[in-house]
Structures are given as structure tokens and as C-alpha cells.
């Protein structure tokens, strides 16, 4: 296998477990799921981890869905590697033209694109096998979200908004954790994806300022492009208005004074991306993003330590 097929790609952390342990069969499809890159389906599964949270805080004898939120990581894996997949067979072409992307398993050559779809299918239907162990009001909604995930890479090409339609999908766990517990929708949940949503666009807006030179060149459409040199109040304006729909949600689920005051922890979090970020220095939009997984953590610990107390 030639340098080019083995080699990792650009945003892959240096020496992740994929490269190291991973059989060469094995790599290219890794790499096309993104499990060289683990934030992503953290990013996803954390919405859901706030769902099922916020639902214990609304019905405290219920408890916290232990085995649901276990169910829901290995979905969020699966279903990211999925739409990852998926967006990589479409965007092929595009792929060739970006830095960043070039050496991605398509575009590379690794695989075709014949056996992404395949591969892209058999994460599906292992997808499809963990929805099925929720109620019939969850698994349409699952349903549901396959619309927002197969529209999602076709955005970057008509609206300069493609953030906005990541964020409909990325944060739809938040009314699936909900309704795993619950069966059904109300206000908190809504709420809560409403914040979320606005989270997403923030932080993939920070994500998209790596490629905005090659965007610019082959045309692609992005929130960063849009935003230009008014990112740094456009993503502070979006992360204010995300704490403050959590905080609607949390209220409106009946929290107290214990989860608004350790709210402010991934609030510190979020003001901290947007206070450091620096477009100049390599790398560092990349670490603002990849910081969001903490704020996941810290928004769960926040409605856990509501529930428990």
C-alpha cells in the first residue's frame, strides 16, 4: 500500500489508536466512520445524554436511564459514522480540492465509493438494531432524523447556512433522550434543542474557519465565510442564546438554583473559546472546538447533580 493510501488524514490526532492498532483492512473504514476522531460522535451523544438528564430532573422517581444512555453512545457512534460516510460519498469531488481532506479514505483512493455505501449501510442497520430497543414514539422520531442527516452535505453548496442544518441533526438527541424516558414532547425538551442547535452552529462555525481559504476557492458555503471578521461576536451571540434556552429548559423542567449555578461552568467554557480563539495560530480553532466536549460533560454533571439533589 502506498504512502498516500496508508497515510492518516489531516485532522486526525497524530498516533491515534486507528493508526496504531487498527488492521491495514481495517484502517480506511475507520477513517471514513472517523474513529481516529472521537469528538464527533461525542458531540453527537452528549445532546442525548441531556435529553435523558433533563427528564430525570422533570420525573425524579423515574431515575436516570442508565442503560438507555449506554444504548444511545453506541448508536451515536454508529449513526456518526454513518453520516460521516455519507458525507464523504458526496463530497468526494469537493474532498479532492481540500487540504484538510484530500487524503481522506475516498478521495485517496483507500476505498471506492461502492464500498463506502456498503460500509455506510451496515452502520445503519446496526443503528436501526438500537433504536428498535426504545418506544415506538422514539423510534419514529429516530426515523424522522434520517431526513435531516441525508440533506445535511448537499447544504455547503446552496446556503451560506449548512451549520444551521448540522445543528438540526447533531442536536436532535436532545428530543430523543427525552422521549426514550418519556414517550412523548414538551416545552423542556424543545427548549433544549433550540439551545443546542445554536451550540452546534457556534462550534462548527469555529470548526469551518480551518477551511475557509479552500472553501473560498472551490466554492464552498459556510458560517464562518459568512460571518468573516465578525465571527468572534457572531459565535458569542450564538453561545449566549444556547446557556440561555439550557436555562429556560432547565427551569422549565422544574431545576433550581443547584443546576443554574453549575451551568456556569460550560457557560466559562464557551466564553473561553470565543475570548482565545485566533484564526493565525495553527491548531487553534481546532482546540476551541475539540473543548466542547468538556462542555457536554460539564451541562450533564450540571442536570445529574439537579436530578440527585
Known amino acids: 500500500m502506498s504512502d498516500i493510501h496508508s497515510a492518516p488524514v489531516a485532522d486526525a490526532q497524530r498516533d491515534n489508536w486507528v493508526d496504531r492498532h487498527a488492521p491495514d ?26 435529553g435523558l438528564a433533563l427528564a430525570a430532573v ?123 424516558e418519556t414517550g412523548g414532547l414538551s416545552w423542556p425538551p424543545i427548549l433544549l434543542y433550540i439551545g443546542t442547535i445554536m451550540w452546534v452552529i457556534g462550534y462548527d462555525t469555529i470548526y469551518a474557519l480551518q477551511d475557509i481559504e479552500d472553501d473560498a476557492l472551490v466554492g464552498v458555503k459556510s458560517t464562518a465565510r459568512l460571518f468573516g471578521t465578525n465571527v468572534k461576536p457572531a459565535v458569542s451571540a450564538l453561545y449566549v442564546g444556547a446557556v440561555i434556552f439550557w436555562l429556560m429548559a432547565v427551569l422549565a423542567a422544574g431545576g433550581s438554583f443547584i443546576a443554574v449555578a453549575l451551568m456556569l461552568v460550560p457557560a466559562a467554557l464557551l466564553a473561553w473559546q470565543v475570548y482565545t480563539l485566533d484564526v493565525e495560530i495553527f491548531e487553534n480553532p481546532l482546540v476551541r472546538f475539540k473543548n466542547n466536549h468538556y462542555v457536554g460533560i460539564a451541562l450533564t454533571l450540571a442536570l445529574l447533580a439537579e436530578w440527585a439533589w
Not at 471514513?32 to 469528538?39: E, G, H, Q, Y
Not at 461525542?42 to 441531556?50: G, I, R
Not at 432524523?145 to 446556503?159: E, N, Q
Open 25 to 50: 483492512w481495517l484502517k480506511p473504514y475507520a477513517r471514513l466512520a472517523r474513529w481516529d476522531r472521537p469528538i464527533g460522535f461525542w458531540l453527537l451523544f452528549w445532546p442525548c445524554a441531556w
Open 58 to 180: 422533570e420525573i425524579p422517581e423515574r431515575g436516570f436511564g442508565w442503560i438507555a444512555v449506554i444504548l444511545m453512545f453506541i448508536g451515536a457512534v454508529l449513526m456518526r459514522g454513518a453520516g460521516c460516510t455519507f458525507n464523504d460519498i458526496v463530497d468526494r469531488d469537493i474532498d479532492m480540492k481540500v487540504a484538510r481532506t484530500r487524503l481522506r479514505p475516498i478521495p485517496s483512493g483507500q476505498v471506492t465509493s461502492q464500498q463506502a455505501l456498503a460500509f455506510l449501510i451496515a452502520q445503519a442497520l446496526l443503528g436501526a438494531i438500537i433504536l428498535f430497543q426504545f418506544n415506538r414514539f422514539t423510534v419514529w422520531a429516530g426515523v424522522a432524523s434520517l431526513a435531516l442527516v441525508a440533506i445535511y452535505p448537499f447544504m455547503k453548496r446552496i446556503t451560506w447556512w449548512p451549520q444551521f442544518f448540522l445543528g438540526l441533526a447533531f442536536s436532535y438527541g436532545a428530543l430523543v433522550g427525552w422521549t426514550a
